[in-house]
C-alpha cells in the first residue's frame, strides 16, 4: 500500500552544509557582516576576545560580531534563525526589495547562519528588537557534531533533536551604553574556534570586510545610502585597520597615469560616459575605434555586422591605471611597497555597494586579462596588477545578474553575464590602446631626447677617427673626454651616496615601525590595567594615579611617532586640505623642547589664512626641513635673540623667516642641489633638494627670497612655500 514519506535531516546536515556552502573563514564573517548590513545596521565591531599574542587561538578565545540594527524579536529567534533556508528574507525582498534606510537587501536564501557554525562550535545569539523592553538570547553547542564518526550517538541524531536553549531577559548588552551605546542589535558571540588564527589571517579577514564596499570612490562619486563601518577590536580596542588602510590606497591612487572616474554604461543610448582625468568623454559602442577592438569584435560581432544589443542592464564603473616600469616619470613612479598594495586589489564587482565575492581578490581573473594577453598581445590589454578599480550594478537594473549559491562568482545563466563581462573588457582594451598608448609614446620621446647624451662617446670617436684632425682639436677632445669622465665620476658618487642615505633611513623606518608596534601594544596593556583597577574599585590607590600618569606618557610617545612614521617613503597619505599655518604649529610643537632649551622663540602669525590641497607627508617635511636649517644656523649665533617667524603672504603662499645668519649670496644658486651643503662636513646637502622635489610633485614650490617679500621678514635667511592653482582651495 502506498504511503507518503516525509524527508528527516540529520543534525550533521548543519556543518556538511557550512563546509559546502562556505568556503572558509573569510567568507563566512562576511557572510555574518552582509546580515548585519541587511538588518539597516551603521556599525559593526569584530572583536577578537582572549586570543594570544600573535592571535593564537586559545581556550577562552571567542569571536564576537556586534551590530546596531534592527535586531529580532523572541518570535523571529525562535521561530526563523533556527529555520535553516527560511524563506523570510526572499519573501521580504519579493516584498519590499530596500531596507527602511534604503539599501538593497543582499541575503535572500537563509543559509548565512552556517556561516557561524563554520566559525566555531559554540554561539550565543543575543538581539534586541528596535522598541523591545526585552533581550532574547540564544545557546547553542553543535561541538557533539564533531566527534559524529561511525558508531557514536551523534552520528544518528536528527536536526530537530538538536537542543538550543532560548531565554529572555532585561537588556544587558543593548541597554544603550557599552562601545555600541545601543539599544537595538543583535550580537554573536562564537566560541570553540575552528581555524588557526594568526595575524595574517586577522588583517586578511579585514581586508575582505573591508573591500564589501569599495574603497576607491571618487571625490564626486555616488552616494550611498547609508554609512556602514566595521570596525576590528581586540579585547576592546580599535585595532584602527581602516585608518591605515584608506590612507595608503587613496594616496597610491594619486599616482595613477589615467584616473577613469564617474563612469557608467547606457544600454539605451549605446555609450560609455566617463571622465578622464577630469575630462568627460562619451564613447558610442557604434563607434569605429570600439568596432575595432578584437574583444568586442569576437563577442559582438562574430559571424555578424548588425549592431549589438547587450542583454545586460546599466552599470558604473572606476579604474585606475598604473605605470609598473622603472622609467615611469616621477609623477606615476611607484615604490615597492605601493606595488605591492595595487597587486593586493584588481577590478571589484559591488552590487547595491556590496561586494560580490570573489571578484577583485589577487587570484581571481574574472575578466580573463591574463586569457587576452596570453591570445592576442600584451599590449592589447592592461595587466591585472596595473589596474584597480570597480564595476557597479544595481539588482533593479541588472536582476540578470544573479549570485551563485556558493557565493563564487556570478551565474552564468544566459547571455546577460557574458555581454556585461565584454563590455567591459572592451572599455579597458580601448583605455589601452588609446589615452595610455599616447601617454607611453610621449613618454619614449621623452627617454630618447635624454638618451642623446650617452652618444656624445660616439661622436667624439667618430672625429677622432676623422683624417687630419687638427692638434688644437685633439686637445679639445681630449679635455671634452676628461670632463665627461669626472661628470660621471661625480653622479656615480652621487648616486653611491644616496643609496647609502636611503639604507640608513630604510633601517630607521624598519625601527620605527618594531617601536610602534611596540608602543601601541604597551599602551593597550597599558590602558587594560587601568579598567581592572578600576574593576576592582582601586582607584583611590597610588597605583591607580601612576597607571594613569603611564597611560599618559605612553599615549605621548605613540603620538609623537606616529608624527615621524608620516615622513617616510612607504608612508602615503591622498591628497587633502591642508591648513598650512596649523600644519606649521604642528612642527613647532615637536621643536617645543629643543627651541626651550636653545632660547628660540618660533612664532606664527595668525593673521591670514592658506588651505592647500596636498600631500601632508611631503609638505610636512618640507616644513621640517626649513624649520629645522633655521634652528640650526640661529643656534651657530650668540648675543642676540633667536627668533624664527612663520605667516601667510596673501592667500597662496606661507613665509618661514628667521634672524640667523641668513644665506650667502654665493650660496644661493645652489641651495637646492642635490648634495651642496653650507652646513659643511655636518650637512648632508640633500634637505632642500629633497623638498624641493616633494614639492613639484605635490603642487607647491619652495624658495629663498633674495629681498624681503614685506615688513614682516626678519633679518636672516627667508623662504617662501607657493602653491599653485591645483593645489590651493
Not at 39 to 65: K, M, N, Q, W, Y
Request: charged letters at 30%; proline letters at 4%.
Amino acid at each position: 500500500m502506498a504511503e507518503s514519506l516525509g524527508f528527516k535531516a540529520h543534525a550533521r546536515l548543519l556543518t556538511m552544509l557550512g563546509e559546502q556552502l562556505i568556503k572558509n573563514e573569510r567568507i563566512a564573517l562576511v557572510e555574518i557582516v552582509k546580515n548585519s548590513y541587511d538588518a539597516d545596521a551603521r556599525r559593526v565591531v569584530v572583536d577578537f576576545r582572549g586570543f594570544g599574542e600573535a592571535f593564537e587561538v586559545l581556550p577562552d578565545s571567542a569571536l564576537v560580531i556586534t551590530d546596531d540594527g534592527f535586531g529580532m524579536e523572541p518570535n523571529v529567534v525562535r521561530h526563523t534563525w533556527m529555520s535553516p533556508a527560511t524563506p523570510s528574507k526572499a519573501r521580504a525582498k519579493r516584498a519590499r526589495p530596500r531596507t527602511p534606510l534604503g539599501r538593497a537587501i543582499q541575503g535572500e536564501k537563509g543559509i548565512g547562519r552556517f556561516a557561524t557554525f563554520k566559525l566555531g562550535r559554540q554561539l550565543a545569539v543575543t538581539s534586541r528588537a528596535e522598541g523591545a523592553p526585552i533581550e532574547t538570547t540564544l545557546l547553542i553547542d553543535i561541538g557533539v557534531l564533531d566527534d559524529a564518526g561511525h558508531g557514536s550517538q551523534a552520528e544518528d541524531m536528527y536536526l530537530e533533536e538538536m537542543a538550543a536553549i532560548i531565554d529572555t531577559s532585561a537588556p544587558v548588552i543593548f541597554d544603550g551604553s557599552g562601545p555600541m551605546a545601543s539599544e537595538h542589535g543583535t550580537q554573536l558571540e562564537v566560541r570553540g574556534l575552528r581555524a588557526e588564527w594568526n595575524a595574517k589571517l586577522v588583517r586578511e579577514v579585514f581586508e575582505d570586510v573591508g573591500r564589501l564596499e569599495p574603497v576607491m570612490w571618487s571625490a564626486s562619486g555616488e552616494d550611498r545610502a547609508a554609512a556602514f563601518e566595521v570596525t576590528f577590536c581586540r579585547d576592546g580596542v580599535d585595532m584602527r585597520l581602516n585608518v591605515e588602510r584608506n590612507a595608503d590606497f587613496q594616496a597610491v591612487l594619486q599616482r595613477a597615469v589615467l584616473k577613469v572616474e564617474d563612469g557608467r554604461f547606457d544600454p539605451v543610448g549605446r555609450q560609455f560616459v566617463f571622465t578622464l582625468d577630469g575630462r568627460e568623454e562619451v564613447l558610442s559602442i557604434d563607434d569605429a575605434q570600439i568596432r575595432g577592438l578584437k574583444v568586442f569584435r569576437d563577442h559582438f560581432l562574430e559571424g555578424t555586422e548588425a549592431l549589438p544589443r547587450p542583454q545586460c542592464g546599466p552599470f558604473a564603473f572606476e579604474f585606475y591605471v598604473f605605470d609598473f616600469s622603472a622609467t615611469a616619470p616621477a609623477a606615476h613612479s611607484l615604490d615597492r611597497d605601493e606595488k605591492a598594495l595595487l597587486k593586493r586589489h584588481r577590478v571589484y564587482l559591488y552590487r547595491d555597494g556590496i561586494r560580490v565575492y570573489p571578484y577583485g581578490d589577487p587570484g581571481d581573473d574574472w575578466l580573463q586579462i591574463d586569457v587576452i594577453r596570453g591570445t592576442q598581445s600584451a599590449r592589447s590589454m592592461f595587466s591585472n596588477d596595473q589596474t584597480a578599480g570597480f564595476v557597479s550594478i544595481t539588482q533593479e537594473h541588472n536582476p540578470r545578474l544573479r549570485d551563485k549559491t556558493n557565493r563564487e562568482g556570478l551565474l552564468e545563466d544566459g547571455p546577460a553575464t557574458g555581454d556585461f563581462v565584454a563590455l567591459i573588457q572592451t572599455i579597458l582594451a580601448y583605455l589601452r590602446a588609446k589615452p595610455y598608448e599616447r601617454y607611453a609614446a610621449a613618454n619614449r620621446r621623452v627617454r630618447e631626447r635624454k638618451l642623446e647624451g650617452k652618444r656624445v662617446d660616439q661622436f667624439v670617436n667618430a672625429m677622432r677617427q676623422t683624417a687630419n684632425l687638427p692638434s688644437s682639436a685633439t686637445k679639445a677632445l681630449d679635455a671634452l673626454e676628461d670632463s665627461l669622465s669626472a661628470e660621471r665620476e661625480l653622479a656615480n658618487l652621487r648616486i653611491s651616496r644616496t643609496e647609502q642615505l636611503a639604507g640608513v633611513g630604510l633601517s630607521v623606518e624598519t625601527a620605527s615601525h618594531d617601536l610602534i608596534a611596540a608602543g601601541q601594544e604597551a599602551l593597550r596593556l597599558a590602558r587594560r590595567l587601568l579598567d581592572d583597577l578600576r574593576y576592582h574599585d582601586l582607584t583611590s590607590e597610588p597605583i591607580f594615579a601612576q597607571a594613569k600618569a603611564l597611560v599618559a606618557r605612553l599615549e605621548f610617545v605613540v603620538s609623537r611617532f606616529s608624527d615621524v612614521q608620516g615622513l617616510f617613503v612607504s608612508t602615503r597619505q591622498r591628497r587633502s586640505r591642508i591648513d598650512v599655518l596649523q600644519l606649521i604649529r604642528k612642527v613647532r610643537s615637536m621643536y617645543a623642547s629643543l627651541h626651550r632649551d636653545q632660547k628660540i622663540d618660533f612664532d606664527v602669525d595668525g593673521a591670514g589664512k592658506v588651505i592647500a590641497e596636498t600631500t601632508e607627508s611631503a609638505l610636512l617635511q618640507c616644513v621640517i626641513n626649513l624649520v629645522d636649517n633655521a634652528t640650526y644656523w640661529l643656534m651657530t649665533t650668540s648675543g642676540r635673540e633667536r627668533r624664527i617667524r612663520a605667516y601667510a603672504l596673501g592667500a597662496d603662499a606661507v613665509v618661514i623667516t628667521d634672524n640667523g645668519p641668513g644665506v650667502r649670496e654665493e650660496d644661493v644658486p645652489f641651495i637646492f642641489e642635490p648634495f651642496y651643503s653650507g652646513k659643511g662636513d655636518e650637512g648632508k646637502g640633500l634637505g632642500l633638494y629633497i623638498a624641493r622635489q616633494n614639492g613639484l610633485r605635490n603642487g607647491f614650490a619652495v624658495d629663498v627670497a633674495q629681498s624681503p617679500p614685506d615688513e614682516r621678514a626678519l633679518a636672516g635667511a627667508t623662504f617662501t612655500v607657493s602653491f599653485d592653482s591645483g593645489a590651493k582651495s
